[in-house]
């Protein structure tokens, strides 16, 4: 192992691969002032990492199945809130869940969707869509079938539906133009404070495969 003098910040972070940067940023001030030293064997380093990596997954978990238990009640900005707490969860812990545990989240997704939604709310693979976007990264996503509008992010709908097929596209030079229009959908009880869920309130085809199976549904 090298000794102090002999190690380099460039060193100290190949035999720390796997710390976040935070904390590995701690360890280095720690260890040039003498309070942290470098294990002989860097196994342990790496058991670290692997058991702080699986408290996270444990704690996804877990949030997943409270979550679950704290939606039997509640009002609407808590739902909106539960809602895309638990998106973001999934979207980060998704691949790394058991099968139960995923199923479990979609269902809890889809029912947060389903209180949050405009009542009655349908979504079909024919139904037309328009995506408004402005100089900041507010997005309003528009069911212009079924008129309901979804706020969202670009950030969002570049993940998600960019080069998506049968969209109409509206850029607007002022920010205040997207949010009248969400007031206009929020006055009429048709805005829904959230993205919406893919494959159920929003279908749009993002391949040509997709495109002729929804022209074959027209």
Same mark, same amino acid.
């Given at each position: 192992?090298?000794?102090?003098?002999?190690? $380099?910040?460039?060193?100290?972070?190949?035999?720390?691969?796997?710390?976040s940067t935070n904390?590995?940023?701690?360890?280095?001030?720690?260890?040039?002032?003498?309070?942290?030293?470098?294990?002989?064997?860097?196994?342990?380093?790496?058991?670290?990492?692997?058991?702080?990596?699986?408290?996270?997954?444990?704690?996804?978990?877990?949030?997943?199945?409270?979550?679950?238990?704290?939606?039997?009640?509640?009002?609407?900005?808590?739902?909106?809130?539960?809602?895309?707490?638990?998106?973001?969860?999934?979207?980060?812990?998704?691949?790394?869940?058991?099968?139960? $545990?995923?199923?479990?989240?979609?269902?809890?997704?889809?029912?947060?969707?389903?209180?949050?939604?405009?009542?009655?709310?349908?979504?079909?693979?024919?139904?037309?869509?328009?995506?408004?976007?402005?100089?900041?990264?507010?997005?309003?996503?528009?069911?212009?079938?079924?008129?309901?509008?979804?706020?969202?992010?670009?950030?969002?709908?570049n993940s998600n539906?960019?080069?998506?097929?049968?969209?109409?596209?509206?850029?607007?030079?002022?920010?205040?133009?997207?949010?009248?229009?969400?007031?206009?959908?929020?006055?009429?009880?048709?805005?829904?404070?959230?993205?919406?869920?893919?494959?159920?309130?929003?279908?749009?085809?993002?391949?040509?495969?997709?495109?002729?199976?929804?022209?074959?549904?027209?």
């Amino acid at each position: 192992m090298a000794s102090k003098k002999e190690m $380099t910040w460039n060193k100290f972070r190949s035999l720390h691969k796997g710390v976040s940067t935070n904390k590995l940023s701690q360890m280095w001030t720690d260890y040039k002032v003498g309070q942290y030293t470098i294990p002989e064997d860097t196994k342990s380093v790496k058991e670290e990492v692997a058991e702080e990596k699986a408290a996270k997954m444990e704690a996804a978990v877990v949030a997943v199945k409270e979550e679950a238990k704290a939606n039997e009640e509640g009002t609407q900005e808590e739902y909106l809130a539960e809602y895309k707490r638990l998106s973001n969860r999934m979207l980060r812990f998704g691949r790394s869940m058991s099968e139960e $545990t995923l199923a479990q989240g979609k269902a809890l997704l889809k029912d947060l969707a389903e209180k949050t939604a405009p009542v009655g709310y349908v979504c079909t693979p024919t139904d037309g869509w328009k995506c408004w976007t402005g100089p900041t990264s507010l997005t309003l996503v528009v069911n212009e079938t079924q008129r309901v509008a979804f706020l969202t992010s670009r950030d969002w709908w570049n993940s998600n539906y960019q080069g998506a097929f049968y969209v109409t596209y509206e850029t607007v030079g002022e920010a205040e133009t997207i949010e009248r229009l969400a007031t206009q959908f929020k006055k009429q009880r048709k805005l829904v404070g959230r993205h919406p869920l893919a494959g159920v309130e929003i279908m749009l085809p993002k391949s040509l495969r997709e495109k002729v199976n929804r022209s074959e549904v027209r």
